[in-house]
């Protein structure tokens, strides 16, 4: 293979990222709810709009090196670029993947975008908040509080039925956790 045959390789490479980077970054919500989190216990896997932004930046990372690696002549400067960028898109795309809050039957896991994963059991919740959107640009979005004053938000989209909105509403019934619905 000449050099410009290999050189070549690397834009070919670069439009691929393009084509295909926006079907991974859709579809990967769907996968890890359905691969990962498919559980019988499950009431929902909510992954956040932010994670589409986060790995949108993995694969821009892996496009940018590609265009680094198109004009790098030395061999050495072309491991250690492609090296850093593929740690570097491995470690940004991962950390989307692991910002999610899923709801099971039995506990709450919420794993914020930088922070340690928590898992408490329903009966820790000591507050619900339900904010219905007051316009159209506003989002419909629940507040959870612990009874440890810990707490955290989450934006009911379109992977927030109104089966899990009953889900949810069931177990503050069950366990008494004060629901508070602030309707326009």
Request: aromatic fraction near 20%.
């Amino acid at each position: 293979m000449n050099q410009y045959e290999t050189k070549s390789i690397y834009w070919v490479l670069a439009i691929l990222v393009i084509i295909i980077a926006p079907i991974i970054v859709l579809l990967t919500p769907v996968i890890l709810s359905v691969v990962v989190f498919e559980e019988p216990n499950k009431i929902a896997f909510i992954s956040f709009g932010k994670n589409l932004v986060v790995y949108s930046l993995a694969f821009f990372i892996a496009f940018i090196s590609l265009i680094v690696l198109y004009f790098i002549k030395k061999i050495i400067t072309k491991i250690v670029v492609l090296i850093l960028s593929a740690f570097g898109f491995f470690t940004i795309f991962f950390m989307g993947v692991n910002y999610y809050v899923y709801l099971d039957e039995d506990y709450i896991e919420y794993n914020p975008l930088f922070g340690s994963k928590v898992v408490y059991e329903w009966s820790d919740l000591s507050h619900i908040s339900h904010v219905y959107p007051e316009d159209y640009n506003d989002k419909e979005t629940y507040t959870f509080t612990f009874s440890d004053g810990y707490s955290f938000e989450f934006e009911a989209t379109g992977a927030v039925d109104s089966s899990i909105k009953s889900n949810i509403y069931n177990k503050t019934q069950f366990y008494n956790i004060p629901l508070e619905q602030d309707f326009p």
